[in-house]
T-cell receptor, first 112, second 115 residues
Framework: GQSLEQPSEVTAVEGAIVQINCTYQ??????LSWYQQHDGGAPTFLSY????GLEETGRFSSFLSRSDSYGYLLLQELQMKDSASYFC?????????????FGRGTQLTVWP | NAGVMQNPRHLVRRRGQEARLRCSPM?????VYWYRQLPEEGLKFMVY????????ESGMPKERFSAEFPKEGPSILRIQQVVRGDSAAYFC?????????????FGPGTRLTVT
């Protein structure tokens, strides 16, 4: 089966940097995606890593280490609007690639 | 608005009734995914469909649940004889193909309440 672990809550202040970790156990790992969800609204895609290393997209970056079964999402220059839930999700070769397995999410609270 | 559309946004059903949830994917997208989310939890995959085909239904309960994506019209998730445990938010997502399915575009969800 698949399991993903991420912290349930993280807090930080405006302007700070925060890192949300995700460790996974899955057979046939293919890639790791990150999604943001505000107050139960539509999840929105942030980033994807299929290979080791860092992917940078504006204030957000995502990192993957396949050998450690570990990834993280880095949020820089935090803003109040970044307060949301963040989910990591894996794809694996053992099932259809369209099937994403989501973690339980990390609730980020940004304080002024 | 060319985004993923879902309706209704809120649905209340009594135990034993049927619930029909509709999803229109983004323009140009032919792959649709349905997920279920309980409060404070992640999204749980239910079913993956392409036009007129069910690609993967391994996450969907075998009884009472069915899904379709006809050649014309929206994808429909159907729950028969609903029970209180079916109360949840149901999200659909779409992508243009399977290779890019790491980036799925989600709709606003349907909140189903079973009384």
């Amino acid at each position: 089966g698949q399991s993903l672990e991420q912290p349930s809550e993280v807090t930080a202040v405006e302007g700070a940097i925060v890192q949300i970790n995700c460790t996974y156990q899955t057979s046939g790992f293919y890639g790791l995606s990150w999604y943001q969800q505000h107050d139960g609204g539509a999840p929105t895609f942030l980033s994807y890593n299929a290979l080791d290393g860092l992917e940078e997209t504006g204030r957000f970056s995502s990192f993957l280490s396949r050998s450690d079964s570990y990834g993280y999402l880095l949020l820089q220059e935090l803003q109040m609007k970044d307060s949301a839930s963040y989910f990591c999700a894996v794809r694996n070769r053992g099932s259809t690639l369209g099937r994403l397995y989501f973690g339980r999410g990390t609730q980020l609270t940004v304080w002024p | 608005n060319a985004g993923v559309m879902q309706n209704p946004r809120h649905l209340v059903r009594r135990r034993g009734q049927e619930a029909r949830l509709r999803c229109s994917p983004m323009k140009g997208h032919s792959h649709v995914y349905w997920y279920r989310q309980l409060p404070e939890e992640g999204l749980k995959f239910m079913v993956y469909l392409q036009k007129e085909n069910i690609i993967d239904e391994s996450g969907m309960p075998k009884e009472r649940f069915s899904a379709e994506f006809p050649k014309e019209g929206p994808s429909i998730l159907r729950i028969q004889q609903v029970v209180r445990g079916d109360s949840a938010a149901y999200f659909c997502a779409s992508s243009p193909d399977e290779s890019s399915s790491y980036e799925q575009y989600f709709g606003p969800g349907t909140r189903l309440t079973v009384t």
